[in-house]
């Protein structure tokens, strides 16, 4: 079984490429294959898989078993390892890739001596939470609305990308603990289906600090979805401008919503990290 290692701003991932459907045993195989100790080591487990409507389907399983319905960084890892792995043709410059959460989305590829150097996602219409997200609340879209835990209290915006973000403004969101404040955010009772927590910091109106807790993953170095929500999150609230730099611990990513469309379009780096094959007995998908 021959598996890639992609990351996107440090946010990692196995990527599969050899299977026609999820396999049974997916969740099972997806904590174990991520586990940095025991396993390969990732964030998620990226299965490219055929498509009706796309080039490709994509399937992300995250580090704890779950299935997110989308996801920025792993989208850009798909698209880059579909080209440089030669599973579309050298001339190509779009693919289109189908998630679950967002539909088919248009990727486009830059290109720097034959490999990818950046890649463009169309991440398609943001939706405001009540529309979209499971929650305990009695509103059709939350902006900056009160929510507490262990005694602070914060004002967050919801937005869906696919996924579910909750986005709080903070002072400085580059030294705030996400390891304490993140696991009880995402699980808090307003959201049943749990959420994605985004902490920012609009510096200026084309440029943010963020750092994430995401469902089901932890603290990761990067979030594409999050920083498309956080610059949503930035516009709706009068901090931010339509395009701004969204600056995350692994790296920046160019994020805009179009005026003219109402789409959000992510900008940023993909790369492999290395290739390898694991024993038929280490990896049993069935
Ligand atoms: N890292 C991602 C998002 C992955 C999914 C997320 N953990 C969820 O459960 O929604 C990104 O780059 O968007």
């Known amino acids: 079984m021959n598996f890639t290692k992609m990351q996107g701003l440090g946010n990692d991932f196995i990527v599969l490429a050899d299977f026609d459907a999820l396999p049974a045993d997916v969740s099972e195989q997806a904590v174990r294959l991520c586990d940095r100790h025991f396993g390969i080591g990732a964030d998620g487990l990226v299965f490219l898989l055929p498509s009706s409507q796309a080039d490709y389907m994509m399937r992300i399983i995250n580090s704890d078993g779950t299935e997110p319905e989308q996801c920025g960084n792993a989208i850009r890892c798909a698209a880059t390892y579909l080209y440089e792995s030669g599973l579309v043709d050298a001339s190509v410059r779009e693919i289109t890739i189908e998630t679950i959460g967002a539909g088919v989305q248009s990727v486009q590829l830059e290109l720097d001596n034959g490999r990818v150097d950046r890649v463009r996602v169309d ?30 209290e914060f004002l967050f915006t919801a937005v869906s990308m696919g996924n579910p973000h909750c986005v709080i403004f903070v002072d400085d969101a580059v030294s705030l ?59 709706l609230t009068g901090r931010m401008d339509r395009r701004a730099i969204v600056a995350l611990a692994g790296g920046e990513l160019m994020i805009e919503w179009s005026e003219a469309d109402n789409r959000v379009y992510m900008t940023g780096p993909a790369r492999q990290v290395f290739t390898g094959t694991l024993p038929q007995t280490n990896f049993i998908l069935k």
């Open 177 to 235: 603990d996400v390891g304490v404040l993140g696991p009880p955010l995402e699980k808090h009772p307003f959201f049943p289906n749990k959420i994605n927590v985004e902490f920012a910091t609009a510096h200026r109106r084309d440029f943010a600090d963020m750092r994430v807790w995401e469902r089901g993953a932890g603290p990761t170095l990067a979030c594409g979805t999050g920083a498309c929500a956080t610059l949503v999150a930035g516009v």
């Open 123 to 152: 991440m398609g219409e943001p939706v405001l939470q009540g529309l979209s997200i499971p929650t305990t609340l009695d509103a059709d879209s939350v902006v900056d609305q009160p929510i507490s835990t262990g005694g602070q």
